[in-house]
């Protein structure tokens, strides 16, 4: 119940403009006195379905995707107009660095009290990642004023597959789109956010789409397209804003999420244990620690570009447009 009441206090700060973009939600709330749960009938949702709904026949939907979502998405950043107010001091601490780190101490706790990992080798690689990933934090936190003045966003704060929800457009005509998008979950919504954190998430997100289609390699893959769609998109949209460090904020929250990703799945490592199920824990494991290792090379970028730019004296080099 509480969450429902947060997102529709979020939806309240939403401006006019936006508020097409999300999901309104109902007054009248449904408590089940025995589940102690809450639910709500969102009639805005008539006919939609997720992104992550639509990934097995997205080739349908492709062209009109890549068009379309990334407007959309900044449309939704910009607030429905350009705006270049500051974000607020200290946001790469509380947003990025503070809670990566808050995770990595949780999932390594985790691995070690459950000991899902029996190899020895396993449990000593396990260990030196820890200890790599905390001193990333730390380098990056004596680095972080480099980063931390850039034009604030409204910010989605969950931004993956699950919560855009999709709709072949209804009023279509030869000029319309022919999509309608909405976004649901709007329990860390802020409008004094950054885009970065919810493109990062994004471009994980279908990262992991595409690996678990097992298309991680296929350049040409709708998931793909989309992935390159968005990064131009947004390329520009930093252009615009003058927003210098926003190349080198995309892997910060694609750190993030990969953590968070991470520590998501520790829950799983609980329920194979109890059901006597050690070898699934412990495969388990080592998918926790892939993500955490792919987590480790967003956070290395991210330094050495800043290590470089401040030994040079020069701004954070723009990383998306190099890839480009």
Not at 285 to 304: F, P
């Amino acid at each position: 119940k509480e969450s429902i009441q947060a997102e529709r206090e979020s939806y309240m700060k939403l401006p006019d403009p936006l508020r097409s973009c999300f999901v309104r939600i109902p007054q009248d709330t449904y408590t089940d006195p025995q589940e102690g749960q809450s639910y709500v009938v969102m009639p805005d949702l008539h006919e939609y379905t997720t992104l992550y709904e639509n990934v097995r026949t997205i080739a349908q939907i492709q062209k009109a995707l890549t068009r379309e979502l990334p407007p959309f998405l900044l449309y939704v950043h910009r607030g429905g107009g350009w705006n270049a107010t500051p974000a607020p001091r200290g946001i790469i601490q509380d947003l990025y660095l503070l809670p990566i780190q808050v995770q990595i101490a949780g999932i390594f706790k985790h691995l070690w009290e459950t000991a899902a990992l029996t190899d020895d080798a396993e449990r000593a690689s396990a260990t030196a990642l820890y200890i790599r990933l905390t001193e990333l934090c730390a380098d990056l936190a004596r680095h972080q004023f480099q980063l931390d003045q850039f034009p604030r966003a409204y910010m989605h704060g969950d931004l993956h597959s699950r919560n855009i929800m999709v709709r072949r457009s209804q009023t279509r005509t030869s000029t319309d789109q022919e999509l309608d998008f909405k976004l649901i979950d709007l329990e860390k919504f802020s409008p004094d956010g950054d885009a970065a954190m919810d493109l990062g998430e994004l471009l994980v997100d279908l990262d992991l789409l595409l690996t678990d289609l097992r298309k991680r390699s296929d350049r040409y893959h709708p998931l793909a397209l989309l992935e390159r769609a968005l990064t131009d998109a947004y390329t520009e949209f930093a252009g615009e804003r003058r927003d210098d460090g926003f190349a080198l904020r995309v892997p910060l929250a694609q750190a993030r999420f990969s953590i968070r990703v991470a520590k998501g799945k520790t829950r799983l490592i609980d329920r194979f244990i109890t059901a006597g199920k050690p070898n699934s824990a412990a495969s388990t494991a080592r998918e926790i620690l892939r993500h955490c290792d792919s987590a480790a090379g967003y956070l290395e970028s991210v330094l050495s570009a800043l290590t470089s730019a401040h030994t040079n004296g020069a701004s954070p080099v723009p990383l998306i447009e190099d890839e480009r």
